[in-house]
Structure formats: C-alpha cells, structure tokens
C-alpha cells in the first residue's frame, strides 16, 4: 500500500497568514493526489483534484502543487472558515490511501 | 442538488454484520460518468477507503478488509450499500457514504453523505 505522510500534524496560524504544508508518498503517484478539508463534525470537502485543479465553488486563495511523491497545499491568505483539519488522498494505486492530516489552529 | 444519506444501525454487537445504506437523491446512481465508494473515520483519527462499486459493475476493496466487505449498487432504489461481517470495537468509525466521477479520475471524492456513527459493542 502507498503510504501517505502529512507535515506537520499541527500548524498554529493567525489570519490573513499565508500557510504551507505538505503531503509525501511512499512512492511516485504522478499526479494523483487530492486535497480535503474537514471541520469537526462534518464530511470532508474536496478542495484540490489532480494535485494542482482547483475544484469548482472553492477559493481561489487554495492551492495545490507538485508530482511524483511531494506535494504541497497553500493558502495565501488563512481565512477564519479554513481553521480546520487538511487531508491528502491518492488515486494513483488501490487502495486509496489518506495522509494522517494537519490541524490548522488559531495562534 | 446532489445529496447523499447514510442510514443503519448506530450500534452493532461484536462478531455481527453491519449493514449500511446511502440514498442518492438529487441524482441517478445508475450513471456511467459516476461511481461510489465508501470511507469510514474511527473518532478522532483519520480517513480509512472502505472500498468502490464502479459503472462497470467492478467492486474494489481495501486489502485491509477485503475479506469482510461487501459493496452493492440498487438502481431500482437508488441506493449504495455496505456489510461489514464480524465486526471488533476497531470498525467503530463514522461511516461515509461518497461519489467519484470523471473529474476525479474516478478516484477522489466530489459529494459526501453526512456520515453515520457506528459504534461497536455488546
């Protein structure tokens, strides 16, 4: 199975920041990476599609980059909704695999 | 407006089967742009692929469960399904009920059900 390993597990932020973090697989899976976000209590949104597509309805302030095994997702300017816990998942090989998720948190 | 509910029993004994259901509505399950799968969230941790029912009638499972899950598809109900045999306190998640589709390579998930607790218990 591909392994999935999200940096860092926490990030303490304020708003407006603009924050970075990252999601690395155990081998290559070309572009085959989404990103989600979940807040407590609710389903996980797709944010990011293919690595770097911007799903439709969500901000422009998102995005996605890199191939192979590193990928990163950025927001330019953290928002008070976007205090919430960040997933990456690949396609790329059964099974889908889900990264263990980073907790964006109010500094 | 797509909308996709989970429904079962919130608790199940150990060494029984959970069955859950998700009604699709807003949308035709049957559609060959589309496929389902199933995800599950023990409380406090992490997302777990449960497993995929394709439009071409193929089942893909997680090799961690494989040999107690089953994935179905009712058209005439618009319905997906999951069991789940011989459940442990480990299959106590939240369990989501999702679609892919084109956009997402048939991989990653566009519209999620709210989820459902299934606790696990005698």
């Known amino acids: 199975d591909i392994q999935m390993t999200q940096s860092p597990s926490t990030l303490s932020a304020s708003v407006g920041d603009r924050v970075t973090f990252t999601c690395r697989a155990s081998?290559?899976?070309?572009?085959?990476l989404a990103w989600y976000q979940q807040t407590p209590g609710k389903a996980p949104k797709v944010l990011i599609y293919k690595a770097s597509s911007l799903q439709s309805g969500v901000p422009s302030r998102f995005s996605g980059s890199g191939s192979g095994t590193e990928f990163t997702l950025t927001i330019s300017s953290l928002q008070p909704d976007d205090f919430a816990t960040y997933y990456c998942q690949q396609y790329d090989s059964f099974p889908w695999t889900f990264g263990q998720g980073t907790k964006v948190e109010i500094k | 407006q797509l909308q996709l509910q989970e429904s079962g029993p919130g608790l199940v004994k150990p060494s029984e089967t959970l069955f859950l259901t998700c009604t699709v509505s807003?949308?035709?399950?049957?559609?060959?742009?589309?496929?389902w799968g199933w995800i599950r969230q023990p409380p406090g941790k992490g997302l777990e692929w449960i497993g995929s029912v394709y439009s071409s009638g193929s089942t893909y499972y997680n090799s961690s469960l494989k040999s107690r899950v089953t994935i179905s598809v009712d058209t005439s109900k618009n319905q997906l399904s999951l069991k789940l045999s011989s459940v442990t306190a480990a299959d106590t998640a939240v369990y989501f009920c999702a679609r892919t589709g084109i956009l997402c390579s048939s991989g990653c998930f566009d519209y999620w059900g709210q989820g459902t607790l299934v606790t696990v218990s005698s």
């Open positions: 081998q290559s899976i070309s572009s085959w």
């Open positions: 807003g949308g035709s399950i049957h559609s060959s742009s589309y496929d």
